[in-house]
């Protein structure tokens, strides 16, 4: 199961899951503060707090000695049998990949698997796919601890989306293919995709025109720096060939979405239970994604959702789903990030940037969260994804061009987002496929 109640003593206000959250049921973490729309200003990690950290000490702890009582009670609800009790949630997480081991290896002590969609047997003791030596029953368990089981911060975190896109103009390139911008325009006239979100906002490296009076939010380098970086993307046979990394522009767009919260809390994204980043050529149903989300469970220190399976960073830029902590711990974090905890250039000897190149948007954000202490689940079912090998056709599997097929975005409801569709006819057949299944 993803989650489970527990109920036992505690002389600790703060474990109570209603205890200390907003009124869509989020932790209370204020907006990161900044001086300026390019940077965000330093702040204390509302974690590292001492109440916060006695909190979660006293979470883990009690859900680590309460998993063989769970186990033997069959997964039912536990009660004391006394009226002085409080009760908790507890749901299911994932380690950070740099605490789990490799597929195939003995995970007894790390208790997870670096890949997406493998998993730490308590038969076999191995990081498998599939449980190779099932038990008695023939079927396999995972092994738990306290850090992939942990409490659940409140029963309905709500639903209510901040969803964003950006238009990176001034890429290195000028593909035949970039219909970003009208595929935006046409989107937002027909007010569907991220125009259909409770909030929404679109981010450029240049300021243009969405619809008569309404443009970008344009977003700019700090003062001696730039945006197109040294290194460009490698051309591999897919999308995106001799583009600049992304990372230093999303940096400034995080920044900007920070600072948007710090003038005006009611517009900005922490007005909203989540945070959405959609690319432009991603056809996009909020409505679907709202109904998962009513039902995903939230943790302390917020939530990120990995969707590519079989692979060891399962975080991919096309739609990126974000709890409103999980964003604000990223928007407090990001310039350390950026300048001294993640290796994303490679200048400290990173395996990933020294042979693959620098990190694009997507993967600094999941390692630069995963660090500072965000949790992470995962739903590969979320995304119809060309760039996600395992999302692919089986007869599609090498075509890093493949393009999902308009029928499948009508048929597949549980679906919320196809990639890549580059092209308005391919866009607009897919969304119209939905809208008339709807």
Not at 14 to 42: R, W, Y
Not at 359 to 380: N, P, R, S
Request: with cysteine.
């Amino acid at each position: 199961p993803d989650s489970f109640s527990i109920h036992c003593w505690t002389g600790f206000a703060m474990l109570n899951p209603q205890h200390g959250t907003d009124e869509e049921g989020e932790p209370v973490v204020s907006p990161p503060d900044t001086e300026s729309p390019t940077a965000t200003a330093p702040t204390k990690p509302w974690h590292s707090h001492k109440w916060a950290w006695a909190a979660a000490t006293m979470a883990s702890f009690t859900a680590a000695t309460l998993l063989a009582a769970y186990s033997s009670a069959g997964g039912k609800m536990l009660r004391t049998k006394t009226d002085a009790v409080q009760a908790f949630e507890v749901m299911k997480v994932r380690k950070p990949h740099h605490m789990c081991s490799k597929i195939g290896e003995h995970c007894g002590t790390t208790h997870c698997c670096q890949t997406t969609n493998t998993y730490c047997w308590k038969e076999t003791g191995l990081c498998e796919e599939k449980c190779s030596a099932p038990g008695a029953s023939g079927h396999c368990t995972e092994i738990e601890d306290g850090e992939t089981l942990v409490p659940v911060h409140n029963d309905s975190p709500g639903s209510s989306l901040f969803c964003f896109s950006v238009y990176f103009k001034n890429k290195g390139m000028s593909d035949a293919d970039d219909w970003a911008l009208d595929l935006l325009r046409t989107t937002l006239r027909r007010g569907t995709g991220i125009f259909s979100c409770d909030l929404w906002r679109v981010y450029s490296d240049s300021t243009e025109d969405l619809r008569p009076g309404l443009r970008t939010v344009q977003v700019y380098p700090p003062a001696g720096e730039t945006f197109a970086t040294q290194q460009r993307r490698k051309c591999n046979g897919g999308w995106g060939c001799n583009h600049y990394h992304d990372t230093p522009f999303f940096r400034q767009v995080w920044n900007k979405i920070a600072s948007e919260a710090s003038v005006d809390v009611a517009n900005s994204y922490y007005s909203k239970s989540w945070m959405i980043k959609v690319d432009p050529d991603v056809v996009f149903f909020p409505w679907r994604l709202k109904g998962k989300l009513a039902q995903q469970k939230v943790p302390e220190n917020g939530v990120y959702i990995e969707h590519c399976k079989k692979v060891e960073y399962g975080f991919f830029g096309s739609l990126e789903v974000f709890s409103k902590t999980a964003a604000t711990i990223l928007f407090q974090n990001v310039e350390n990030c950026y300048k001294h905890d993640v290796d994303w250039k490679g200048e400290r000897g990173d395996k990933i940037a020294s042979s693959f190149g620098w990190y694009d948007e997507d993967l600094f954000a999941q390692i630069c969260m995963d660090l500072h202490g965000v949790k992470k689940v995962w739903d590969f079912d979320l995304v119809t994804d060309s760039t996600c090998k395992d999302s692919r056709p089986w007869n599609q599997k090498s075509n890093l061009k493949w393009v999902p097929e308009s029928y499948t975005c009508g048929v597949q409801h549980h679906v919320v987002a196809y990639k890549a569709l580059k092209l308005p006819s391919e866009y607009f057949a897919c969304l119209d496929t939905a809208t008339k299944q709807r």
